[in-house]
């Protein structure tokens, strides 16, 4: 049967990053403004007396140092705190095609396959820019790639989900190269007046191309041994903004319009959910933690992270076992795996074993199991 293999891999960073004393000190801005602005209140004991954010707590937290983001100066204006992105004319590129493309073209690069040989692309991420049309078949003219194109949302585990179905495509044998492309501005569902959760998101894109290996010239190449999904509902993870806001008449920037979460819930459920996915999808394969040389884990907790590595391996995780990129990029939703996978797989050795494990919302999970061709 024909097999899909990974041959190329592409990241977008934008140019502006935010440090995490950056981001305090325009939270804290906010704070005493709005304390001020609520004196009396807070006096009175009508309203509680917001607090400052650290830069000890948001490492302690999460183990996030910094983040890269598509506008800095909006989210850093206390009176704003939120991105600024120019609205774009219907013939100009969207700014997620726009992202799309720069990792698109790394990864065909890499892969050595022309746009035009690409048969399916699938733009897969937490946030689409616009309903209609396709911001995958805007890409798909954009490069100039054939076949066709679709968008998908599964939250943080888009790119997972989209790996199994472009995967089995092309085992199917309908498609012979296919094309991912994880476009996330997270700082524009973030609430960065919340305490809790300002500082966890940053924006990237990735892009990945999967080729049938009966075609596939790249000198580096994983091959797909298998892909595991699991959903299981949750409204821990929450973002309600949609196109039913106008007709009922519900505010468009009331918070739970934005990302929410209850964070300790979902660290108690999620990790157990995880490790049993991919301990599981091993065990099918005939395969165990210990026989893996890496874990691409979702970038979304450093201490998430930790637990599921020591349950899927049966030890702490040595760092370039289970590699950290969170403490720069942040959680970059669905393109978090994969730019882990992107920056730290060329050392691994022909026959080495790795997953690819996404995880988020939904609650939602994906699991991608991967040897070094």
């Known amino acids: 049967m024909t097999q899909a293999v990974i041959t190329g891999t592409g990241l977008y960073t934008p140019e502006h990053a935010i440090d995490n004393?950056?981001?305090?000190?325009?939270?804290?801005?906010?704070?005493?403004?709005?304390?001020?602005?609520?004196?009396?209140?807070?006096?009175?004991?009508?309203?509680?007396?917001?607090?400052?954010?650290?830069?000890?707590?948001?490492?302690?937290?999460?183990?996030?140092?910094?983040?890269?983001?598509?506008?800095?100066?909006?989210?850093?204006?206390?009176?704003?705190?939120?991105?600024?992105?120019?609205?774009?004319g219907n013939d100009e590129p969207s700014h997620q095609c726009e992202m799309g493309l720069a990792a698109a073209r790394q990864a065909l690069d890499a892969a050595g396959v022309a746009a035009g040989e690409i048969d399916l692309v699938i733009v897969a991420c937490s946030n689409l820019e616009r309903p209609y049309p396709a911001v995958a078949v805007e890409l798909q003219a954009a490069l100039g790639a054939g076949g066709y194109a679709f968008d998908m949302n599964v939250a943080c585990s888009s790119a997972t989900f989209a790996i199994e179905t472009a995967a089995n495509a092309i085992r199917a044998g309908s498609v012979r190269r296919a094309l991912i492309v994880d476009p996330e501005i997270c700082s524009a569902h973030l609430n960065f007046r919340d305490r809790d959760s300002h500082f966890i998101f940053g924006d990237a894109c990735t892009a990945l191309v999967l080729e049938s290996d009966e075609v596939a010239t790249a000198e580096e190449r994983f091959e797909i041994l298998g892909t595991r999904?699991?959903?299981?509902?949750?409204?821990?993870?929450r973002n309600n903004a949609g196109f039913l806001d106008r007709v009922t008449d519900s505010d468009p920037l009331a918070t739970d319009r934005l990302f929410v979460q209850e964070g300790r819930r979902v660290f108690k459920e999620?990790?157990?959910?995880?490790?049993?996915?991919?301990?599981?999808?091993?065990?099918?394969?005939?395969?165990?933690?210990?026989?893996?040389?890496?874990?691409?884990?979702?970038?979304?907790?450093?201490?998430?992270?930790?637990?599921?590595?020591?349950r899927v391996l049966g030890h702490a995780p040595e760092p370039d076992q289970a590699p950290i990129i969170l403490?720069?990029?942040?959680?970059?939703?669905?393109?978090?795996?994969?730019?882990?996978?992107?920056?730290?797989?060329h050392d691994l050795a022909p026959d080495a074993l790795g997953v690819v494990c996404s995880f988020g919302a939904g609650y939602s999970a994906g699991s991608v199991v991967v040897r070094r061709q």
């Open 21 to 88: 004393a950056a981001l305090v000190a325009a939270f804290n801005a906010w704070v005493d403004a709005e304390n001020a602005r609520h004196a009396e209140a807070i006096a009175a004991g009508e309203r509680e007396a917001l607090l400052h954010s650290s830069t000890e707590f948001i490492v302690k937290a999460s183990g996030i140092h910094s983040r890269y983001v598509m506008d800095a100066e909006g989210i850093l204006d206390p009176e704003r705190m939120r991105p600024r992105l120019a609205p774009r």
């Open 229 to 237: 999904l699991v959903t299981r509902f949750s409204n821990a993870i």
């Open 270 to 310: 999620v990790c157990p959910l995880v490790a049993a996915l991919i301990t599981d999808h091993l065990a099918s394969l005939e395969l165990a933690g210990e026989d893996l040389a890496r874990l691409w884990l979702h970038q979304a907790n450093r201490h998430m992270n930790d637990l599921i590595a020591r």
């Open 327 to 345: 403490d720069r990029y942040a959680n970059t939703s669905s393109a978090g795996s994969i730019i882990a996978f992107h920056l730290h797989r």
